[in-house]
């Protein structure tokens, strides 16, 4: 092949040589989920979050643009930081013990716990995106659901049924 024809390579390929001896973890910039470094400078979990950061620095259209704005961003860590301590709460738990746990954090929340309030009603955590694994329990939304997912699910069942029939369903 001559040199000509070699064609250039928008990002250069990474050399053997930057690759951490141990591979390092980190916490996603994008979705909150711990990954293994691939790259020292690696910032996100993959492709598509990197993407989708980049898309909310350049303030293109995105529902989620708010999440990432400098003043907010502080405060949206500790919001959803406290979604997954409290849905890792519920499901380190035996299941006889989900019902009266969530029962009573519903109970805080309308006795004018605001922020718990506030978390159960956030609409990103009731109508999660599921790439963004940071939102869930051991980062895994198929087996798991967010705290206020967990709440909608409880009010609506926990009035009409036996207990026995919401703990299925958290
Ligand atoms: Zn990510």
């Excluded at 928008?10 to 979705?31: D, R």
């Excluded at 746990?101 to 955590?125: C, D």
Aim: proline share 5%; net charge positive.
């Amino acid at each position: 092949m001559s040199k000509g024809s070699v064609r250039k390579l928008a990002v250069p390929p990474i050399s053997m040589n930057e690759e951490p001896q141990e591979k390092e973890k980190a916490i996603c910039g994008q979705c909150s989920a711990e990954f293994e470094k691939r790259r020292r400078n690696q910032k996100f979990c993959s492709d598509a979050c990197r993407k989708n950061a980049h898309q909310k620095r350049d303030g293109k259209e995105n529902p989620r643009n708010s999440l990432m704005s400098p003043s907010k961003r502080r405060e949206n860590e500790l919001f959803f930081d406290t979604n997954r301590r409290i849905a890792e709460d519920i499901y380190t738990r035996p299941p006889c013990e989900r019902f009266d746990y969530v029962a009573g954090m519903i109970e805080a929340a309308r006795s004018g716990h605001g922020k718990l309030r506030a978390l159960l009603m956030n609409k990103l955590l009731l109508f999660p995106d599921y790439d963004m694994r940071g939102l869930f329990h051991r980062n895994c939304p198929a087996a798991y659901l967010t705290t206020s997912q967990i709440a909608s699910v409880f009010c609506g069942l926990a009035w009409k049924a036996e207990q026995s029939v919401v703990t299925i369903y958290i």
